[in-house]
């Protein structure tokens, strides 16, 4: 019953007032999809950060422990990585928005310039994230050569390999299926609230 007088509110409705609905509903399926992906990024940011520090933490007991040079040179610059993993992280973070703008126009404005950043820095990550580990599981690996047996050499490199790789697409396909659509429905809203 109280379903039958909305659908005839509904109808009876002006062309203005409906459009203002669909705006307001729009809106907040959005504010709920941004949400979700900025708890997501979060979660990132955050587990990403706990493996990198730990990744410190080990090289440097490591580094004190392991008496051979190129191993304390592939530690050294191990370190230098994840270090520069958590300030690229927390770079992107200076771009989040907060919830207490002054108007909604400069928050889906905002929101837009931080899933950019956001989408750049998932496509970059193979340039900064991946592809400097590699030289440094390379001098790794000529520095335990003879020491360790050769299945344990061979499966640290393809363990290595293989979660880059996986990182690697896994990024792609949360940049196309989940970032870009987002960035196409706030641009979709501004363009709406502009006009």
């Known amino acids: 019953m109280i379903e039958d007088e909305l659908i005839k509110i509904w109808q009876s409705s002006s062309k203005q007032e409906l459009i203002k609905f669909e705006k307001s509903k729009l809106m907040l399926e959005l504010q709920s999809s941004l ?16 493996l990198a520090v730990f990744g410190v933490l080990l090289s440097i007991l490591l580094f004190f422990k392991l008496p051979f040079i190129l191993i304390k040179i592939a530690l050294a610059l191990m370190i230098i990585c994840a270090i520069y993993l958590i300030i690229k992280y927390q770079g992107v973070k200076k771009f989040k928005p907060s919830d207490l703008e002054e108007n909604y126009l400069n928050y889906l404005k905002k929101n837009r310039e931080y899933l950019q950043t956001q989408k750049k820095f998932l496509k970059t990550y193979a340039y900064w994230g991946i592809l400097p580990v590699y030289p440094i599981m390379l001098l790794f690996t000529i520095s335990i050569w003879g020491k360790v047996p050769a299945y344990l050499i061979i499966l640290i490199n393809v363990a290595t390999i293989g979660i880059g790789v996986y990182g690697y697409f896994l990024n792609k396909k949360r940049v196309k299926k989940e ?6 429905r706030v641009n979709e809203l501004i363009n709406q609230l502009e006009q």
């Open 35 to 50: 949400k979700r992906l900025h708890r997501w990024w979060n979660y990132l940011e955050l587990s990403e950060s706990i």
């Open 179 to 184: 970032i870009t659509p987002r960035i196409s």
